[in-house]
């Protein structure tokens, strides 16, 4: 019977041998329900749709994502598509306290900012990927725009 052995993992290799991190664009456009800022990670390409984060309560897409897209084994995915991360209000780094009396969008009103992202960015179809309450404003995003994800 063979034994196992311990195996020690010393170094990350988040990004493959030679590559550099992209540079990233943050934009900010103004919805009926407040301003949303989304940062846009390559260059979109013809006829694909654009994957779109959307974060869990109390974090931003870097917290929530950047682990996942910094994996070796998603670094071909996104060399073929353009990922636009959504921050909810407020959540984005550097992001000011709320006034008195700020009444926060609900998850529905969250999920209708979604397609405001999308006309600045003149895209028309996504790819919606959510953690928690994320996943479910991209549902509710999703069941309200069917025509717009893939």
């Not at 988040?14 to 991190?21: E, F, H, V």
């Not at 992209?22 to 900010?28: C, I, M, R, V």
């Amino acid at each position: 019977m063979a034994e196992l052995q311990e195996v020690q993992i010393t170094e990350e290799k988040p990004l493959l041998p030679g590559q550099t991190p992209e540079a990233a664009k943050t934009h900010s456009v103004e919805t009926p329900y407040g301003s949303v800022t989304f940062t846009v990670y390559g260059t979109p390409k013809p006829k694909r749709p654009a994957i779109l984060t959307y974060h869990d309560v109390g974090l931003n897409y870097k917290s929530c994502f950047q682990p996942l897209f910094q994996f070796e084994d998603m670094q071909e995915i996104i060399q073929n598509f353009v990922r636009v991360h959504v921050d909810a209000p407020g959540m984005e780094e550097g992001a000011p306290v709320f006034p008195l009396g700020y009444q926060y969008p609900s998850l529905d009103q969250l999920a209708d900012m979604i397609p405001c992202v999308l006309q600045y960015l003149n895209f028309s179809t996504i790819i919606g990927v959510g953690v928690g309450a994320g996943a479910y404003i991209l549902a509710r995003y999703a069941l309200n725009h069917p025509d717009t994800v893939e």
